[in-house]
């Protein structure tokens, strides 16, 4: 009989709940000016620079430090920040941003186009693990004057792919701080120094990390905080009383245990929610190193995806929250191709006819071959898919390993040593294909740039296929070619995206103004106040 998540966690008060959790309004009153807000942080960060980790671990603090040309608003389109206003050519090949006057940085120097052109062609596009691929075709930056860039590429850029990629790819970083150094150890990448409505403090490792109020900040009479601090809490049982105790008044992006969020959301103390995160869905993903001998065989990819059966997973693991994916796209996405289900339904006669088909058979202690597992350990789902999966191939015959590493030692493990078999992690779609998913499959990003595409796989027609749709101004042909990649990846299947999820956030009711954009964890929060 297989374990049931509450036997699996030995837990007996879980209950299994709808994905419709309430959502119900904040009040709105005056706004009150002071105050500290309390904030979770779920895993030590070793860098605080979003001009180099694109990672909602990152956004989560930095974004309130350093600012991108553009944000979301509510409905999810993208606003102005540090650019107020943009053009492209006919053909798309000439992108022209007007940026903010009078910003200053934190340190007091001028913010300029030089910054601009700095970042896009040393930070995004030689570092930013999803920019990269966002601007292969980046030719040059011009800055005709101190307040206007000018984005020329090689091959078209829809205009629109832009702009919501420079949501999360468009944090702009001092040059005068980065230039003439080594950009990977410079100092600022734990000590941000940006234009936003809060100025960094200090960096306590593993306890938390403090940013004030910019009394310089380019929006008037904004702040309202007088400072943020976010607390780092490893521990999903200790973070859930701090919020219970008052110690904390938000947690976002999930990093609570789903049994806390569904105990949570009954009391009148707090809000359990997933509007404001809708910029920010995402898969568990299993990624296959093709380097392994058996994983190059497609045949095998299939079958360990036969063999797990994922809606189990997600009734008894993940509380109803979330479906099978039909592939890297979600099914909410106008990119979605019509009629799509998921391409490997759970089969295990089908799995064990792969394997046999592709000359692994049985030893004679039933093993056919065995795989190393590392988990990268995004959410508590994380390990307990590691696990079911371990189970679930057991059953055919794959001994699985799981090696335990923490988030960062479990990076460095897949995307820069490969060494691994499987993985197991989290993907995020960021409203386009093209902005933190394609990146995924297409080769060329930079060795070691975690969340791309580091197992040894390439496939030409791929490559091709994401670079049209990227390039492609008409939306409707953009549709079409998404279409046949996603048809190309599902059949060669180089990572599996499992699991079709929303994020969730826990705050306090004392909390105004919170949840009011697309992504607003990853916003600046310039507005957001605290009632007495």
Do not use: C
């Not at 007091?108 to 596009?125: C, H, I, R, S």
């Not at 091959?155 to 150094?181: F, N, Q």
């Not at 009734?315 to 109803?320: A, Q, T, V």
């Amino acid at each position: 009989m297989r374990a049931t998540r509450r036997q699996f966690l030995l837990s007996s008060g879980a209950l299994l709940v709808s994905s419709a959790w309430p959502s119900i309004s904040f009040s709105q009153t005056e706004p009150r000016r002071g105050g500290v807000l309390n904030v979770h942080l779920g895993s030590e960060q070793r860098i605080l620079n979003p001009a180099l980790r694109a990672s909602t671990g990152v956004y989560i603090v930095t974004s309130k430090i350093i600012e991108s040309l553009v944000d979301l608003d509510a409905e999810g389109k993208p606003v102005a920040q540090l650019a107020t206003s943009w053009t492209s050519s006919a053909d798309g090949k000439t992108i022209t941003f007007k940026l903010r006057e009078g910003m200053q940085w934190h340190d007091g120097k001028p913010f300029t186009a030089a910054d601009v052109q700095y970042n896009a062609l040393e930070l995004w596009k030689k570092q930013l693990n999803y920019a990269t691929a966002l601007h292969l075709y980046l030719r040059a930056v011009d800055t005709p004057d101190a307040h206007t860039v000018v984005f020329r590429y090689e091959r078209p850029m829809p205009l629109d792919l832009l702009l919501r990629a420079l949501a999360d790819l468009g944090y702009v970083v001092p040059r005068h701080i980065y230039e003439k150094s080594n950009v990977l150890e410079n100092p600022a990448n734990t000590a941000p120094i940006g234009t936003g409505p809060f100025r960094f403090v200090e960096y306590q490792r593993g306890q938390y990390i403090i940013a004030e109020r910019n009394p310089n900040y380019w929006r008037k009479g904004l702040p309202y905080l007088d400072r943020i601090v976010w607390r780092i809490i490893t521990d999903k049982s200790a973070a859930t009383a701090a919020l219970e105790t008052g110690s904390l008044q938000l947690s976002a992006y999930s990093q609570l245990g789903l049994a806390d969020l569904d105990r949570l959301r009954k009391n009148p103390k707090f809000e359990v929610r997933s509007k404001g995160l809708e910029a920010n869905l995402f898969n568990n993903t299993v990624e296959f190193n093709v380097r392994r001998k058996e994983l190059s065989d497609v045949r095998v990819r299939r079958a360990i995806v036969h063999a797990i059966d994922i809606n189990y997973f997600i009734e008894n693991f993940l509380y109803g929250l979330g479906k099978p994916a039909n592939g890297p796209i979600p099914s909410s996405s106008s990119f979605s191709p019509k009629g799509a289900k998921p391409p490997y339904p759970f089969d295990p006669k089908r799995a064990e006819s792969l394997l046999e088909e592709a000359g692994y058979k049985r030893g004679k202690d039933g093993v056919r071959f065995a795989l190393k597992l590392v988990p990268i350990q995004n959410g508590e789902d994380v390990p307990l898919l590691a696990t079911f999966i371990q189970q679930s191939l057991e059953a055919v015959g794959i001994k699985v390993e799981i090696v335990q590493y923490d988030i960062a030692g479990a990076l460095t493990a897949v995307y820069k040593d490969s060494n691994f078999d499987i993985a197991t992690g989290w993907h995020q779609f960021r409203g386009d294909p093209a902005v933190s998913t394609t990146v995924w499959y297409r080769s060329g990003s930079p060795a070691g740039a975690p969340w791309t595409n580091q197992y040894g796989w390439k496939s030409e027609k791929v490559d091709k296929l994401i670079d049209d749709a990227a390039s492609e101004i008409d939306p409707a042909k953009r549709r079409a070619l998404y279409a046949q990649w996603v048809q190309a990846v599902n059949d060669e299947l180089p990572i599996w995206m499992a699991t079709e999820r929303e994020f969730y956030s826990v705050v306090s009711r004392n909390v105004q103004n919170g949840h009011n954009n697309a992504r607003w964890p990853s916003s600046s929060w310039h507005d957001t106040w605290l009632k007495a």
